[in-house]
């Protein structure tokens, strides 16, 4: 196993890897998402490296290739989804976990064979890790169960329930974490 941290845009065979992964995982349920999705990540990386502070892409590889990924971003007041978490919890939590910088972590995916195996605690882990940020965020899908035992087992807590960011169907879990 091979894990490859990124400050800014990976190379674009890391980038593909990426993108087969998260097909991968967010292909299946809960979450359905399609070959559309899987490019929408892609190109939501290079418009993050090229426009957002702090951008972290971590790609984590076995002896079977591509078996997770994850992307985090510097937030800041101002920030479109920050803003929109923001307001979703409430101005004591808001101060509280998101303040002036907090780390966004946009995704996080581990390819279903590699499932079980700890690579979502180490992607997860790398992508915080050494942040100039207090404190973390991330929206959860409510019926991801994998998902949010990584995240409640890695320190997570819920601070708003039914959030919706842009309209998407159904609401996640806006949670948050001290780094």
């Given at each position: 196993m091979q894990a490859h941290l990124f400050s800014g845009e990976p190379p674009e065979p890391m980038l593909t890897a990426g993108r087969a992964v998260?097909?991968?995982a967010f292909g299946q349920p809960p979450y359905h998402e399609g070959p559309e999705q899987a490019d929408g990540f892609v190109a939501r990386v290079k418009r993050y490296a090229s426009e957002r502070d702090g951008v972290?892409?971590?790609i984590v590889t076995?002896?079977?290739g591509p078996a997770?990924?994850?992307?985090?971003v510097l937030a800041r007041p101002g920030d479109w989804w920050r803003?929109?978490?923001?307001?979703a919890a409430g101005d004591d939590a808001a101060k509280r976990w998101m303040g002036e910088l907090c780390v966004e972590v946009v995704h996080l995916a581990v390819h279903p064979r590699a499932q079980g195996r700890g690579l979502g605690k180490?992607?997860?882990d790398l992508l915080i890790a050494g942040s100039p940020a207090p404190t973390a965020i991330l929206a959860c899908n409510p019926v991801a169960e994998?998902?949010?035992r990584l995240y409640t087992n890695r320190g997570w807590t819920t601070i708003a329930e039914d959030f919706q960011a842009g309209g998407e169907p159904g609401g996640s879990l806006l949670m948050a974490r001290d780094i």
């Open positions: 998260y097909a991968a972290r892409v971590v076995d002896d079977e997770a990924v994850g992307l985090a803003d929109r978490a923001a307001e180490l992607a997860h994998r998902a949010h």
